[in-house]
């Protein structure tokens, strides 16, 4: 099982699309996602609340098949991909969405973990990430 992540900052294009089915992963975990956004092969399951407009906050993208699941907080989207659950939300202390007391977890800016270097003989994603000109 390959899992890729990705804040796609609401834009969408062939480009990303391609990059996205370069990476060859069987579930994409996405946030601050465009409405259009759709990936050949994949189901994708998009969180309910609105970040923008045309822009959700999460999604769930499987080439596997796939379950959606309802969202645990309005910032995320979950889904059930065989006996795993994945859960793909934008945690942002600014996100202004009302939180349920009924979520067992709270939503809040964390420090950023350090980069994990790329194994020898790789690109990072990062890397070709830079090859997008949007």
Known sequence: MRIGTWNLDGRWSDDHAALLAEQDCDV???T???????????AVHRSQSLAAPRRRWAAVASRLPMTSAPDPHPASAQAQVGATTYVSVLP???VDVPHSPDVPFGFRARPRAPSLPTAPGTVGLSAALTRLQV
Do not use: C, D, I, P
């Open 92 to 94: 942002w202390r600014s």
């Open 32 to 42: 601050e996602v465009n409405e259009s956004t759709s990936l050949a092969g994949f």
């Open 28 to 30: 994409w975990l996405l």
